[in-house]
T-cell receptor
């Protein structure tokens, strides 16, 4: 069965620090990869997605993610976080032809002002 | 456009009671999904639908039923609620394409006593 792992459950950073959240998946075939964000009290919003082409994907609010096929990873990065980035971040994967989106368990990011 | 809306926002049930959660989307999306979100487990797919009149089981379908009588609506039913169904329920919709982006509703918080 396909699985998605987010090893960092809770990350605490100060403003202006750099961020990298890990995401690894287990499926070896063609995959589509997503990062969603859930701000406190809000619903999930798409940050960025990858399906082919340049493995470095840029999303909204200064976030980017790099797909490394050999490592089955799709890590999320931001050079300088802001207090407003405090949220829960979910990595999600689906196979090229499948309808189901498999989510990781999420990483809670707390940015201290 | 309202996007994806969910009714109700919050509900308390007693064990054994039944209820229906309503999801509506105004984006003319073909696909609709129901997820549950539990602490430390991310989102798990309950049921989904690829079109009006069709539904399919996801990862955790037991104890739930769904119906998609109209393209814009996707109903999730609990026939006999159990405390294990205490969760936050999210509906999502998407349009079929090379890479689907799922758009999420605001969620329904359900407490089963």
């Amino acid at each position: 069965a396909q699985s998605v792992s987010q090893h960092n459950h809770h990350v605490i950073l100060s403003e202006a620090a750099s961020l990298e959240l890990g995401c690894n998946y287990s499926y070896g075939g063609t995959v589509n990869l997503f990062w969603y964000v859930q701000y406190p009290g809000q619903h999930l919003q798409l940050l960025l997605k990858y399906f082919s082409g340049d493995p470095l994907v840029k999303g909204i609010k200064g976030f980017e993610a790099e797909f490394i096929k050999s490592k089955f990873s799709f890590n999320l990065r931001k050079p300088s976080v802001q207090w407003s980035d405090t949220a829960e971040y979910f990595c999600a994967v689906n196979r090229g032809s499948a309808r189901q989106l498999t989510f990781g368990s999420g990483t809670q990011l707390t940015v201290l002002p | 456009n309202a996007g994806v809306t969910q009714t109700p926002k919050f509900r308390v049930l007693k064990t054994g009671q039944s209820m229906t959660l309503l999801c509506a989307q105004d984006m003319n999306h073909e696909y609709m999904y129901w997820y549950r979100q539990d602490p430390g487990m991310g989102l798990r797919l309950i049921h989904y639908s690829v079109g009006e009149g069709t539904t399919a089981k996801g990862e955790v379908p037991d104890g739930y039923n769904v119906s998609r009588l109209k393209k814009q609506n996707f109903l999730l039913g609990l026939e006999s609620a159990a405390p294990s169904q205490t969760s936050v329920y999210f509906c999502a919709s998407s349009y079929p394409g090379r890479i689907e982006t799922q758009y999420f509703g605001p969620g329904t918080r359900l407490l089963v006593l």
